[in-house]
């Protein structure tokens, strides 16, 4: 979503709000602007589309100073365009915002009827001519902000320029993460996270919901929600230059499919004790899985396919009921909950929005609640009684690959800790399943040698209007996983489908113009699939089948067997089946969209660390 800068510098500010907000790119966005304290108040530089269009504006009309915001909006209210890119501007007051103000109608009608004139279509204007009207109305900046902060309704980070106030930024953070950087020779920094700041310090502190703050050269005053002072602690983060450029690869999200061996090792380190052959102490300690009655999933997207996975994992090997669900139906559904239910939320950055608040409502409900977060500090990983780590690092493309797996990695090592404590499995067992979860990032590298059949492949996906994708068990959300990762990234329009469910509605869609990818690996419900691909082959439909066993591939009358390509994946383990199975159904997502041309790490209308409802 939108990434937010803000610098109070010793040297021009400009070309360091742009270096900020080319690494915000891959938050995904549809217009950018900054602006800088001139001397004669804030001036701003917007512009529609890429960065690389507003460093044309500002080469052409330069903004000297050396304190001011940057901002990369994806529009919410009001299409993408220069007049509601950010900063927004009224009287004395230029502002940056991510996050939707939800009272924004009301106020902007109250504003309205004082004679007020709008400039933008955005909810975030309304901000702007708040603040304004309180500092015309003789209000101190401390107690004027705060009073407008109360007015609103929704989420926000803001970043604020005042007129007259030259050396001052102000922040607030209620829904949207918002971070302090704290800079050599008193310089300071606001951004939407730590890789926005990466680039001039690493000595961060991360506001707390509802806080508030007062930036000024060489130091900050923070107050919560309530308008006390509040002390929050500065951290050293490791944002590693090197974890956010691409390196030799084409894309960030090639890069990342790559880096999954190490993602998924670094993740089951963290769980999984090689030595000992079994779960890690510390994460046996942290929680009994033996007093959990029920496990409640909440994710959005392609976390809440990775819980999907989980559930199989959870339910067959520690006989754990557990329900997932899609955080922006359960938040609202007023679900029935169980008493010793834990409430697992799922997601990359630990923001979002969706999520969070499904998370909040299970914490007021009385229930235990972990976060399954990448982002360590981020607020779920803060909120939630219990953190579980997965370790992808910075996860640049919009679509979702090694935090996908990272986060299947994770949770079926916890599937192997609830057996255990649960008294399902034995220790020999328990051995034996860390031994094949330690194997998976041996077979993810295997995987990703299946890069050329693939490719070979995807010039014919390519030119697909509709795909279908079919899977069984763990592999019908894998399959719905893979699905999403096609119309992400190559606008194909897919579907997945459970295998056993096509001949109740689905089949129709078959015939020859609408390949059919089957996820099959060498599991219990091999033969099942194999059934369905004869259903399918019959109708004469393309069958792009993926498994480690094509040997066991039913034999198919002549004509049949010229429309199925089978693309050979190593042979695995069941349990990791999932994690190995993942890098052929990204990869052919990945390959088809570069056929196909479109901006694979930044494709359109999409957004990563999704802030906003
Ligand atoms: N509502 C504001 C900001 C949108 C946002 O936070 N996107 O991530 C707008 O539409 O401009």
Known sequence: MCGIIGIIGNSDVAPRLLESLRRLEYRGYDSAGIAVQTGHGPERRRAEGKIRNLEAVI??????????????????????????????????????????IENFAELKAELKAKGQVFESDTDTEVIAHLLNDALEGGQP????????????????????????????????????????GWGENDEMFLGSDALAVGPFTQRVTYLEEGDW???????????????????????????????????????????????????????????????????????KAALDFSQIVRIQ???????????????YAFEKLAGLPVDVEVASEFRYRSPAMMPGTLAVAVSQSGETADTLAALRWCKDEGLKTAAVVNVHSSTMAREADLMWPTHAGPEIGVASTKAFTAQLSALLCLAVCAARQRGRITAHEEAHLVQVLLESPGLISQALGMDADIVRITHKLSKARDVIYLGRGDMYPLALEGALKLK????????????????????????????????????????????????????????????????KVPALSEDAARTLTVVKAPACDPFIAPLVYSVPIQLLAYHTAVHKGTDVDQPRNLAKSVTVE
Request: charged share 20%.
């Open 141 to 180: 900046l401390k107690d004027a902000f705060k009073r407008v902060l109360d007015r609103l309704h929704g989420a926000y980070a803001l970043a604020i320029l005042v007129e007259g106030e030259e050396n001052t930024i102000l922040g607030a953070r209620r829904g949207s993460p918002l971070v302090i």
């Open 297 to 311: 999933i909440i994710a959005c997207g392609t976390a809440y396919y990775a819980g999907s996975v989980a559930r």
């Open 488 to 551: 992400e990234i190559s606008y194909i329009h897919a579907e997945g489908y459970a295998a056993g469910e096509l001949k109740h509605g689905p089949i129709a869609l078959i015939d020859e113009n609408t390949p059919v990818v089957v996820i099959a690996p060498d599991d219990a419900l091999f033969e099942k699939t194999a059934s369905n691909v004869q259903e399918v082959a019959a109708r004469g439909g393309r069958v792009i089948m993926i498994t480690d066993t094509p040997e």
């Open 59 to 100: 080469d052409e009309q330069p903004l000297p100073g050396v304190v001011g915001i940057g901002h990369t909006r994806w529009a919410t209210h009001g299409a993408p365009s220069v007049r509601n890119a950010h900063p927004h501007h009224y009287g004395k007051v230029t502002l940056v915002h991510n996050g939707i």
């Open 213 to 283: 703050v007062i930036l000024s050269r060489g130091g900050a005053q923070t107050f919560d929600a309530q308008g006390f002072l509040v002390n929050r602690p500065v951290t050293t983060v490791s944002a590693s230059a090197a974890l956010v450029e691409k390196g030799s690869y084409r894309h960030f999200m090639e890069k990342e499919v790559h880096e999954q061996p190490d993602s998924c090792q670094r993740t089951l380190s963290a769980y999984l004790d090689p030595v000992a052959g079994e779960v890690r102490a510390d994460i």
